[in-house]
């Protein structure tokens, strides 16, 4: 494609002998686009060109020879605005979907590097809860669109199957275990033993001592306790892997935390040999005091480790085993000082600096329900696969009532439903709390999954009504140029663009915003033209092509985020 910015920037460097790219950083996309394409805000020269804004801007548009892409430019308050040709922008944007097909927006900007993104990382034994379903549905939107763009990507589930926590389960275990049916409902059951657990040892110091040895002995090996502990986690997993299957979500590493058992030693040897632990009430510490972080504990008083030290273990791993340029931790925000620790403490470890300097703790915010939030401890936890269920039948309902004689009406109501709660969790700034709230999950009018399903469909219809899609050598660009036509191209155009602002911050819900945008600029489009026009062959024919890029495009786009399609809605 024309990279039209990088165009721009060119020729006013040439005009200014300034750097190119200090130059493209500055160029603006404008409010409206009845001020053009780009803006070159003059002002960020003043200072070097020692001039006026106003002054610089009449001297560069003097200067500059637009070419043939570029159609005029405008002088506004010291702004320079570029409005590009029309033309050279949808041939060249429908040639390259034309040629891209389902690769469309996908580039090689990520060849050579080594992405670890780490996500969902339930805790066995535990429900799994809203904030796991958050963070597995943004690794995995995360994932893909690193992986779109030419990253080596490793998808790893840190299993939390490891800590104190064990050791009270045991224990629980070994008092009432017989009073709980494991087999037949594991989490739930083993939940209660932990709620009854956990309230035994607030009153009884003893109790939690013996906790705190179960786990001990864990640590060493001790087969009683492992055997326990190995089925505990068997049971989970078999739970957890049910949400994921729901989601579609998978992972190309589940190594979790006891996996890093045998190499903390490790750890505590190179942080003594660096010389950064200390003695504190018989616990080793890294003192981090002086940064404003506390003191990071690596061994407690008892010979244990804790959950700092296993991620400290798995950083080691993890460069070592794939040389990670970055390695970005889907994570709650709740967790912003625990990260902060242990990177820092990593900067002792014996890995390479780009290592050290590709730790990323990607923060998301809560979601709450109108009941409130949610903790493991009390017990009171709305399940995540009910929650999934849920939003499948509350869709198999709309279905009967409005389309009780559609195709595959299980299938579909199930991408619905699901594309539902996907979107719902990528639809805002992922660090902000959220409210699910099934009224805007499922409105199908709303900035939501089903309303791009919708549009998609319609796409879809449309397609099928026109019964042919015509080659793009059949195409008349210059009947694309009226307002709505336009603007789907200039979306059209971003999708790339947009795919590395996704992962230049980590932040999938632009791309989420983006098939919003998308779909409304296909919904106007569809309400403003007639499209299937047997009179104006040209015109359908030209309709009908963007309308079938408009499709490709919130499909390519959707299933990055981790929805399918409905043929049917
Ligand atoms: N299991 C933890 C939890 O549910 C999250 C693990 C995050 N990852 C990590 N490397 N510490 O809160």
């Known amino acids: 494609m024309i990279q039209f910015k990088k165009e721009i920037a060119k020729k006013i460097a040439e005009a200014t002998e300034l750097d190119i790219s200090e130059i493209e950083g500055y160029i603006e996309v404008p409010p409206s686009s009845d001020m053009g394409d780009y803006a070159f805000p003059c002002f960020r020269l003043a200072k070097i060109l020692k001039k006026s804004p106003m002054l610089i801007a009449e001297e560069l548009k003097e200067k500059i020879n637009i070419g043939e892409n570029i159609e005029k430019i405008e002088i506004v308050s010291g702004y320079l605005n570029f409005f590009i040709n029309k033309t050279s922008l949808i041939q060249t944007v429908l040639k390259e979907l034309e040629e891209k097909q389902d690769n469309f927006g996908a580039n090689n900007s990520g060849n050579g590097k080594n992405i670890i993104v780490e996500y969902s990382s339930p805790n066995i034994a535990k429900p799994f809860h ?11 939107a995360l994932y893909n669109i690193y992986k779109y763009l030419g990253y080596n990507t490793i998808g790893i589930n840190h299993l939390g ?7 009270k389960l045991i224990e629980g275990y070994k008092r009432w275990g017989n009073e709980y049916n494991i087999d037949e409902n594991p989490i739930e059951e083993l939940m209660k033993i932990y709620v009854r657990i956990n309230d035994l040892c607030k009153e009884d110091e003893s109790v939690l001592e013996a906790c705190r040895e179960n786990f001990k002995l864990l640590e ?7 055997e326990l502990w190995e089925k505990f986690r068997a049971v989970s997993l078999k739970e957890f892997q049910r949400i994921y299957d729901l989601l579609g979500v998978k992972f190309d590493s589940l190594k979790g935390e006891s996996f890093y058992t045998d190499k903390m030693d490790e750890v505590e040897d190179i942080l003594n040999k660096a010389g950064v632990i200390t003695e504190s009430q018989g616990a080793k510490i890294v003192d981090l005091e002086d940064k404003g972080l506390g003191v990071c ?16 273990a798995a950083i080691r791993y993890r460069a070592k085993t794939y040389d990670f340029d970055k390695c970005l931790y889907v994570v709650a925000y709740e967790q912003a000082l625990h990260f902060k620790q242990v990177f820092e403490v990593a900067k002792y470890l014996d890995i390479p600096e780009k290592c050290q300097k590709g730790l990323e703790h990607v923060q998301y915010g809560m979601t709450r329900l109108t009941t409130g939030r949610m903790s493991t401890r009390e017990g009171n936890v709305i ?3 009910e929650l999934l269920k849920e939003a499948i039948s509350r869709v198999n309902k709309i279905i009967e009532e409005k389309n009780p004689n559609m195709e595959n009406k299980e299938l579909e109501a199930k991408k619905i439903g699901i594309g539902a709660v996907i979107f719902n969790n990528l639809c805002t700034t992922i660090i902000k709390d959220q409210i699910f709230d099934w ?15 919708y549009v998609y469909v319609r796409t879809k219809s449309v397609l099928e009504k026109a019964k042919e899609i015509p080659p793009l050598s059949e195409v008349n660009i210059e009947l694309l140029k ?14 790339e663009d947009t795919l590395m602002q996704c992962v230049e911050k980590n932040e999938p819900s632009i791309l989420a915003r983006y098939l919003i945008t998308l779909g409304q600029s296909y919904s106007n489009f569809y309400n403003e033209n007639k499209i299937i026009d047997g009179e104006n062959i040209d015109l359908q024919k030209a309709r009908v092509y963007l309308t079938k890029c408009v499709g490709d495009v919130l499909r390519i786009g959707a299933a990055l985020l981790g929805m399918e399609m409905p043929n049917k809605m």
């Open 130 to 140: 809203i904030g796991h379903l958050r963070n597995t549905i943004i690794g995995a």
């Open 161 to 167: 199957d490891y800590g104190t926590q064990f050791g």
């Open 220 to 226: 060493e090996g001790d087969k009683y306790c492992t």
């Open 297 to 312: 504990i690596i061994r407690k008083s008892n010979g244990s480790t804790i959950y700092a030290t296993r991620d400290l």
């Open 383 to 385: 399940k995540v696969e």
């Open 439 to 453: 009224n805007t999950v499922l409105n199908f009018n709303g900035e939501t999954g089903p309303y791009i399903q």
């Open 482 to 495: 009226d307002k709505e036509s336009l603007k789907i191209v200039q979306n059209l155009y971003q999708f």
